[in-house]
C-alpha cells in the first residue's frame, strides 16, 4: 500500500513568486491536512480537506490557500512568497480526519526555499 | 488556551540507556493523544495513539503513558539506539466541542534526542 507522496521534495523559489505543492493520499483516504514546518515554530496547522470542501483552518494568512481533487489529492498555493515562508511543508492523510482516533500518515515533505 | 508543552526541549543520552520524554497538555475536551518520531527532514512517524481510557501503550521499545486526570503523557525509550536520535513530538486531539465540529490536532514544539556511541 503506497504512503503519503508529496511532490516536488525540494524546491527554491525567489521572494514575490508564487508555487503550488502536491500531495497525494493514501487510497481511500479522504482527508488531506496541510501543515508548516519551521525550526521556531514547530509544526503549524494550515487546513483541512474532506471531500474536497475545506473544513478546518489554521491562522495563516489568505496567500496560503488549497484545495483537494475528487481523487483525494490535494495542492497548496502560496503566492506573493515571502522569505519567512521557507519551512517544511508536509501534509497528512486519513481516511477521516474528524474521527475520534483516526490515525493520521505524513509524507516526506516539501522542502521550500525562499530566496 | 489549548496548548501541549514538551520536555526537554533537547536530551542527549548515550547508546543503551534509558530516557523518559514529557508531555503536558490543557487541550479540552480531550479526544487522544498521540506520539510521533521524526527523523530529520523527514515526515513524522507515528509511534502511538492513546484515548482518554488508557494509561498505557507499547510500541516495540517505546512505551506511552497517559494520565487524563492531571493531564500528563510521557514516552518512555528502552536501551536506546542510535537510530532512535530524532525529535519526538506529542501530539493532542480534542474534540468537537472546540473545534466547530471536527477533531483538530494540536502539536508540541517537539524534544529532540541525540543517542551518542
Known amino acids: 500500500k503506497a504512503g503519503v507522496t508529496q511532490t516536488p521534495r525540494y524546491l527554491i523559489k525567489t521572494r514575490g513568486q508564487q508555487v503550488t505543492l502536491s500531495c497525494s493520499p493514501i487510497s481511500g483516504h479522504r482527508s488531506v491536512s496541510w501543515y508548516q514546518q519551521t525550526p521556531g515554530q514547530g509544526l503549524q496547522f494550515l487546513f483541512e480537506y474532506f471531500s474536497e470542501t475545506q473544513r478546518n483552518k489554521g491562522n495563516f494568512p489568505g496567500r496560503f490557500s488549497g484545495r483537494q481533487f475528487s481523487n483525494s489529492r490535494s495542492e497548496m498555493n502560496v503566492s506573493t512568497l515571502e522569505l519567512g515562508d521557507s519551512a517544511l511543508y508536509l501534509c497528512a492523510s486519513s481516511l477521516a480526519g474528524g474521527s475520534v482516533n483516526t490515525e493520521a500518515f505524513f509524507g516526506q515533505g516539501t522542502r521550500l526555499t525562499v530566496v | 488556551k489549548n496548548q501541549v508543552e514538551q520536555s526537554p526541549q533537547s536530551l542527549i543520552i548515550l547508546e543503551g540507556k534509558n530516557c523518559t520524554l514529557q508531555?503536558?497538555?490543557?487541550?479540552?475536551?480531550?479526544?487522544?493523544l498521540r506520539w510521533y518520531k521524526q527523523d530529520t527532514g523527514r515526515g513524522p512517524v507515528s509511534l502511538t495513539i492513546m484515548t482518554f481510557s488508557e494509561n498505557t501503550k507499547s510500541n516495540g521499545r517505546y512505551t506511552a503513558t497517559l494520565d487524563a486526570d492531571t493531564k500528563q503523557s510521557s514516552l518512555h525509550i528502552t536501551a536506546s539506539q542510535l537510530s532512535d536520535s530524532a525529535s519526538y513530538i506529542c501530539?493532542?486531539?480534542?474534540?468537537?466541542?472546540?473545534?466547530?465540529?471536527?477533531?483538530?490536532?494540536?502539536f508540541g514544539a517537539g524534544t529532540r534526542l541525540a543517542v551518542h556511541p
Open positions: 508531555c503536558n497538555y490543557t487541550v479540552s475536551p480531550f479526544s487522544n
Open positions: 501530539v493532542v486531539s480534542g474534540s468537537t466541542m472546540f473545534s466547530g465540529g471536527y477533531n483538530k490536532l494540536i
